[in-house]
């Protein structure tokens, strides 16, 4: 072998082996990634929604795999009420959240279903790939505030968050979730389904505000009843307003909490 070929070969095995540490590097399952707030609003009422129910109940698990960490919020909003079914996780507290989403990212008007990354892009809520590309995205991103959530005694827990200084106006939201939620509908466009829901959002509530850019409190939790304990979890993210970036979010399961 001459000595021209044998540097080339040279050159082509290092380049190879630098190729390969670089693909080890970004795919090393170890390497933390920033959590991904994903709002899916929806309703029983659309019969184009179980489609994106049923996305929203993948995207924690598989993106997972990937060292990706999604929190998922499933909205259900109530102006699909008066069209044949009425939904029993509907608010209208949720629709004025999905109307203000519809302001600050100048969409022509609410519709589902819709998905929502991180507070700032929006999407048709069935679209997979659109969903996987925009969350992959936002992951990549710095995230400007750590929540960290604790139990604190019987039904509470201490929460903690640490943020930019100048996040002063950013709001400290807490959401409770249920999965494996089954509803049979009678009626609508979707009459004559069965329907399952994932990250329904059984309560959203304000529970402060970051001051010089940190936050700490305990909130007592009022857990309905009907409500399978084994399937709540707590959602704590920070948003730029009611409307705005989320900044940062931590989840729970209430079962591994509240013993």
């Known amino acids: 072998m001459g000595m021209g070929r044998t540097l080339a070969v040279a050159i082509l095995v290092t380049a190879a082996i630098c190729v390969s540490i670089v693909v080890a590097k970004t795919t090393e399952p170890g390497v933390p990634r920033r959590t ?31 060292n990706v960490q999604v929190i998922p919020l499933g909205f259900h909003v109530d102006y699909w ?16 959240r999905q109307e203000q989403y519809t302001r600050s990212l100048k969409v022509d008007g609410p519709y589902t279903p819709e998905m929502v990354v991180d507070g700032e892009v929006e999407f048709v809520g069935n ?11 936002q992951a990549s991103q710095m995230e400007t505030a750590q929540v960290k959530i604790a139990p604190a ?17 950013a709001l400290v939201m807490l959401a409770i979730t249920e999965d494996n939620l089954t509803t049979q509908v009678f009626s609508g466009e979707n009459g004559g389904r069965t329907l399952h829901h994932a990250a329904v959002v059984r ?8 001051h010089n850019g940190t936050m ?5 939790l009022k857990l309905e009843k009907d409500w399978k304990r ?14 705005g970036k989320i900044e940062g979010a931590a989840s729970v399961a209430l079962a591994d909490q509240l013993r």
């Not at 005694?153 to 106006?169: E, M, P, R, Y």
């Not at 700490?216 to 007592?220: D, E, I, K, S």
Request: charged share 20%; with cysteine; net charge negative.
């Open 36 to 66: 991904v707030v994903v709002e899916l609003f929806t309703s029983e009422g659309c019969s184009s929604c179980p489609p994106a129910d049923e996305l929203l109940g993948h995207l924690r698990q598989e993106l997972s795999a990937k």
């Open 81 to 96: 009420n008066s069209l044949g079914w009425k939904d029993r996780f509907s608010s209208a507290e949720f629709t004025q």
């Open 127 to 137: 679209d997979a790939g659109q969903a996987q590309r925009t969350i992959r995205q």
């Open 153 to 169: 005694g019987a039904d509470q827990l201490t929460i903690q968050v640490k943020g930019a200084l100048s996040s002063g106006n």
């Open 203 to 210: 309560e959203l509530q304000e529970i402060g505000m970051l």
């Open 216 to 220: 700490a409190t305990t909130v007592p």
């Open 230 to 243: 084994n399937d709540l979890r707590a959602v704590v993210f920070v948003q730029e307003g009611p409307s």
